[in-house]
């Protein structure tokens, strides 16, 4: 399923593929116009992180290595 830009004020939020298969190791990612929220799948009302686009594919990038 693609996932481009939402709105603020309703993100999406996709689980990453490499989460453990239990459920208690999961990092949610929404993208956003100004970047990309990431949040604690675990606690979802807790505050969450955001980061610029380029901040992210470096990340992503880097964790493939």
């Given at each position: 399923m693609p996932v481009g830009p939402q709105?603020?004020?309703e993100p999406v939020w996709?689980?990453?593929s490499?989460?453990?298969?239990n459920t208690t190791e999961?990092?949610?990612a929404a993208f956003?116009?100004?970047g990309?929220?990431?949040?604690?799948?675990k606690a979802?009302?807790?505050p969450s992180l955001t980061v610029s686009a380029s901040a992210w594919a470096w990340?992503?990038?880097a964790s493939r290595r």
């Open positions: 709105p603020d004020s996709f689980k990453s490499y989460s453990g298969g999961c990092v949610e956003l116009p100004e990309v929220r990431i949040r604690d799948s979802p009302d807790y990340f992503v990038d």
